[in-house]
């Protein structure tokens, strides 16, 4: 009986730790001749499906979305929407101007195919796909912007980006930029559509990426 329950847990474990975003790949995005970068190779494997360092994100997952307050939802419903705006309400309090033009090149030429790329390349399923196969209950905000694979988080990685930027240009407010494009991070968990670690790779590869355009942009 005791082979048979381990042979059964074992093939649970398998068949998770398999499941993906989806089967249907994307086709690769062009990433623009400016990043000279091995971006493919920055970025460890996510969390395994049936690791513990999962299990102990989706629980948190849990936690936070179970949790949460009007001032938060209304945090998930500003972030989801566009990234931006909790950017331009600081520098419009500081009385800075936000480079929007510049901003767009740098997200859509350089970012964007960047971590749409990665996404596909790890596959990640998102946290609510997941965690019902653990017996994990998350609350998530269902909108139109993660229906892509999770890793890394695309929304974080902008805000990480917005964070480079306008550092370079108003170094005196960089560590409140820095705070926001971890508001942003959190306001991805509170949503209930990204792990920790979705967040962390994506803080990551926006700064390797930016290092190596920055000179481009300044």
Same mark, same amino acid.
């Given at each position: 009986?005791?082979?048979i ?35 493919r ?56 101007? *936000? ?17 749409m ?47 480079s ?11 409140? *930029? ?38 481009? *942009?300044?």
């Amino acid at each position: 009986m005791k082979k048979i329950i381990s042979e059964v847990s074992q093939n649970i474990s398998e068949s998770l730790n398999k499941m993906v975003y989806s089967e249907d790949l994307e086709p690769d995005k062009k990433v623009s001749n400016l990043i000279s970068i091995d971006w493919r190779n920055i970025l460890p494997e996510p969390p395994k499906n049936n690791s513990e360092v999962t299990r102990q994100e989706l629980m948190e997952l849990s936690k936070l979305t179970k949790n949460r307050t009007q001032e938060q939802l209304e945090l998930v419903m500003t972030v989801d929407k566009k990234v931006d705006d909790i950017f331009i309400e600081y520098l419009e309090k500081v009385k800075l101007s *936000f480079p929007q033009k510049t901003v767009d090149k740098l997200y859509k030429t350089i970012f964007y195919p960047v971590f749409m790329n990665l996404k596909w390349q790890y596959n990640r399923p998102r946290p609510y796909q997941l965690a019902p196969m653990l017996g994990i209950e998350i609350d998530h905000v269902e909108t139109e912007t993660h229906h892509t694979p999770a890793y890394p988080s695309g929304h974080t990685a902008y805000g990480a980006m917005l964070a480079s930027f306008l550092s370079e240009i108003y170094p005196s407010h960089s560590s409140n *930029f820095y705070n926001l494009a971890n508001v942003v991070g959190l306001a991805r968990k509170l949503q209930g559509v990204h792990y920790e670690s979705d967040n962390s790779s994506a803080m990551v590869i926006a700064g390797a990426i930016w290092e190596d355009v920055r000179f481009d *942009f300044i």
